[in-house]
């Protein structure tokens, strides 16, 4: 600030938001940090007229200690990027078209949502432009939102959280739902009664070598239909699995666009890396159900046509998995609600796979999971090559009360696109359908 204050006047001017970066010593003590950030704060206001909340970063690591106070006795933000930008690495380079192929492609995979992203002003020590044009080409190809500064989003408190959520924030209908010991002290035929009322089945899951552990006579009350008889056209989408932000941003908006809900069975195995992405599911009010942790099967396939149950210590695995998978989904939406009032997460099911086995169904009612969802129609959409025959496939098997098996990952490559047609289609022909989400008809 006191050498080139011009540039950053420059900075200020062009809009951009200022703050703080500081590098304090072993031996800096919190007070001499806080009047280090007093001072420095009361000269980006008056001087540069910064009106808005000033953070500081540290300009290395997560700072000391006498920062942190600092920064709580001082009313200031800290700031620690998820991720550094540039690697130190092509700091040295001088060629834009080697560096910023270079830098593009070391950061796999888009920048997610809340990330907070920095970048080291000086690092190009062999140019001025290179770090301008690295900074568009990023936002514009690893970037699905607008990037804005920090200050910004501070301001915008209600679509803020903690996380994990506050045990007393988490609703009283969805906390801790799920452990074992639901189906304690029941006969065979009062167990055999809960898996036959909580599982919806599909039509090819019918003969006793999908469903393993079930007599003749148990297989045949089993569910077939994926259906869910309503007199509302309800029709339910339904996506599964996990993906990055640029996938399931653009079939948000897609379904957002139709006024459309749907139902997303979350494999939580990956949802600590990108809790804002679960969250943003839920605030678009969709129905969030599980899908287990790590994406475990509830019987053994030892051929396509043929499965076993699982053994004892499968079945303790599958029990910690599933319990896990809805506490991570407790840890991040277990305060939400949809548009109706009802919780945004649900204790419905759906099995990897589709595939179940008697013991493997037993486990999800014992852990207190209401039902164990199939569909009427598994669509194969990680595998589609264009969104139009991907669209006609969906219609086809569209009809009332069906359940539609789709994925929300990133293979899933034109789900948004294929939908986008077929609700777009079905508005202008005045379709009966509504597309809402399981919690609509199930509890
Ligand atoms: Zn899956």
Redesign the pocket.
């Known amino acids: 600030m006191e050498l080139y204050p011009e540039r950053i006047e420059a900075i200020s001017r062009a809009g951009q938001s200022l703050g703080i970066s500081v590098l304090p010593t072993q031996r800096t003590t919190a007070s001499q940090m806080l009047g280090t950030l007093q001072a420095q704060a009361q000269t980006l206001r008056d001087k540069y007229q910064a009106y808005y909340e000033i953070f500081v970063r540290p300009a290395t690591g997560f700072g000391s200690t006498a920062l942190l106070q600092a920064a709580a006795q001082g009313g200031f933000r800290v700031l620690k990027e998820m991720k550094e930008a540039v690697p130190e690495k092509v700091s040295r380079m001088t060629d834009p078209e080697e560096i910023i192929p270079a830098v593009i492609n070391d950061n796999e995979g888009m920048f997610q949502r809340g990330e907070i992203i920095h970048f080291q002003m000086g690092i190009f020590q062999y140019s001025d432009t290179v770090l301008g044009e690295l900074v568009e080409r990023m936002v514009s190809e690893k970037c699905a939102y607008p990037a804005v500064a920090a200050d910004e989003v501070a301001e915008r408190t209600e679509s803020q959280y903690e996380y994990p959520i506050p045990r007393d924030l988490i609703l009283p209908a969805v906390k801790d739902r799920i452990y074992p010991g639901h189906l304690k002290d029941m006969t065979k035929d009062e167990i055999f009664e809960v898996i036959r009322s909580g599982y919806i089945g599909i039509s090819w899951i019918v003969s006793p070598y999908f469903l393993p552990g079930f007599t003749d006579r148990e297989t045949q009350h089993l569910d077939k239909t994926g259906i869910i008889e309503n007199d509302e056209n309800y029709v339910f989408l339904t996506f599964?699995?996990w993906g990055t932000d640029g996938t399931v941003d653009r079939l948000l908006n897609v379904l957002d666009k139709h006024h459309a809900t749907a139902t997303f069975f979350v494999?939580t195995e990956y949802v600590p890396n990108n809790p804002n992405l679960l969250r943003a599911i839920a605030a678009a009010g969709h129905t969030i159900g599980a899908?287990s942790h790590k994406?475990m099967s509830l019987s053994n396939e030892v051929r396509p046509t043929y499965f076993t149950e699982l053994d004892e210590q499968q079945r303790k695995e599958l029990e910690e998995d599933i319990i896990l998978c809805y506490d991570t989904l407790q840890n991040v939406i277990g305060d939400m609600v949809d548009a109706d009032g009802k919780p945004s997460l649900s204790a419905l099911f759906?099995q990897?796979?589709l595939a179940v086995g008697r013991n493997g169904l037993e486990t999800v009612f014992d852990c207190g999971y209401t039902h164990a969802v199939a569909g009427y129609y598994t669509t194969t959409d990680y595998k589609a090559e264009n969104a139009k025959s991907l669209a006609a496939e969906i219609k086809k098997n569209i009809k009332s009360g069906a359940i539609l098996v789709m994925?929300f990952s990133d293979n899933a490559k034109y789900t948004a696109d294929a939908l986008d047609q077929l609700l777009t289609e079905f508005e202008s022909s005045g379709s009966p359908y509504r597309f809402v989400g399981l919690n609509k008809v199930l509890s």
């Open positions: 599964d699995d494999r899908h994406h759906r990897p796979t994925h």
